[in-house]
C-alpha cells in the first residue's frame, strides 16, 4: 500500500494505539506529524520506528488547550508541505479525575472534582472538532482528504465506572455521525475507527484487572488506517470499523465493509417523531 506523498496527523501519537498507527502509515510511505502533549512519549515512538523515523515528525501540544487545538494544522502544513489525513486519536481515560475508579475505592460521580470532567471533554470531544474544521477547509480546498476518529465501544459509552470517559466518548461518536454526513457529497471522508474492546495500551489503569496478553494489541489499528489512507479508499466515508475484525487476507474494500457499520446509532430504538 504505497502511501508516498501522503501527509497524516496522528494525534495520541505517543501512546499506544496512536503509535502503532503512526508507524503503520510511515512504514507504507506516508508522511505522519506524530503530535502528543508528552516528549517521552514521542521520543518512545522514534526509537521504535526503525527505518520509517525519517517518515515521522514530532509535534509537541497539548490537545487540551484550545490555542494549541488551533494551530496545529496550519503547523503541521507549513512544516510538511501539505495535509491528506487527520486522525483524531488523542485521548485521556477516568482517571485524569479518579486514578481509583477501577478499584473497590472508586469515588461516585457526584464526589468528584467537575474541573477534571471538563478536561476530559476538552480532550477527548473538543479538539478533534477544532481540528477536524481546520483540516477540512484544506481538504475542501484541495479536493480529498481523509479524517479518521478514534471513539469507543459502546458499551464504554454508558458503562458507571467510565462516566465521564464514556460520555465525552459518545459526543464524539455522535459528532462524528454528523459531521461525515456533512461531508458525503463532497471529495472529502470521514469515519470511525476503534480497537473493538479493550487494548494493552497506557490507557487501562497499572493496576488493571485485565490480563495484558489476551486482549487486543496496538498493532491491529495498522491495516485499517493505512487502507483508509491509500486512494482505493475514496468515497468511503460514515462508517465505523472494528480494527479487530480486519481480514487482511481480503481486498481492502471488503476487509473494510465486513468490518464495519454506519457511525453511530441510526438505526437503533424508537426515532423522533417527525411532522408529516
Ligand atoms: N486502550 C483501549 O482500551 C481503548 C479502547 C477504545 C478506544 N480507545 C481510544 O484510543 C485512543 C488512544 O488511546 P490509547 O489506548 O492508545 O491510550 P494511550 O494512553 O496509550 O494513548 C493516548 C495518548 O494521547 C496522549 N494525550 C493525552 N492527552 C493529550 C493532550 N492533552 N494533548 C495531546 N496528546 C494527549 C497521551 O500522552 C497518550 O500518548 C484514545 O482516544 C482512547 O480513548 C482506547
Known amino acids: 500500500m504505497g502511501l508516498e506523498g501522503k501527509v497524516a496527523i496522528v494525534t495520541g501519537a505517543g501512546g499506544g494505539l496512536g503509535g502503532a498507527m503512526a508507524l503503520a502509515l510511515a512504514s507504507a510511505g506516508a508522511k505522519v506529524a506524530a503530535v502528543d502533549v508528552s516528549l517521552q512519549g514521542v521520543n518512545g515512538l522514534m526509537q521504535r520506528a526503525g527505518s520509517a523515523q525519517a517518515n515521522i515528525i514530532p509535534f509537541i501540544a497539548n490537545l487540551g488547550e484550545r490555542g494549541d487545538c488551533e494551530k496545529l494544522v496550519g503547523e503541521v502544513i507549513a512544516a510538511c508541505g501539505d495535509l491528506t489525513m487527520l486522525v483524531n486519536n488523542a485521548g485521556v481515560g477516568q ?28 480532550v477527548n470531544m473538543r479538539a478533534p472538532v477544532i481540528l477536524t474544521q481546520k483540516a477540512v477547509k484544506h481538504f475542501i480546498t484541495k479536493g480529498r482528504g481523509r479524517v479518521v476518529n478514534v471513539t469507543t465501544s459502546f458499551d ?25 454526513a456533512q461531508l458525503a457529497n463532497t471529495p472529502v471522508t470521514l469515519n470511525i475507527l476503534v480497537p473493538g474492546g479493550p487494548a494493552n495500551t497506557g490507557l487501562l489503569p497499572a493496576n488493571t484487572d485485565l490480563p495484558r496478553d489476551k486482549i487486543i494489541q496496538p498493532p491491529v489499528m495498522g491495516p485499517p488506517v493505512v487502507w483508509l489512507a491509500s486512494d482505493d479508499a475514496d468515497g468511503f466515508n460514515n462508517r465505523r470499523i472494528v480494527a479487530r475484525l480486519w481480514d487482511s487476507t481480503i481486498p481492502g474494500k471488503e476487509a473494510a465493509l465486513k468490518a464495519s457499520a454506519p457511525c453511530a446509532w441510526p438505526g437503533y430504538g424508537v426515532q423522533a417523531a417527525q411532522p408529516k
Do not use: C, H, R
Request: glycine share 6%.
Open 156 to 180: 464504554t459509552m454508558i458503562a458507571p465506572k467510565v462516566w465521564a470517559y464514556g460520555q465525552a466518548k459518545a459526543g464524539f461518536e455522535a459528532v462524528s455521525a454528523s459531521l461525515a
Open 95 to 122: 482517571q485524569m479525575i479518579d486514578p481509583e475508579y477501577s478499584t473497590a475505592q472508586a469515588k461516585p460521580f457526584w464526589e468528584t472534582d467537575i474541573y477534571g470532567w471538563e478536561k476530559i471533554i476538552n
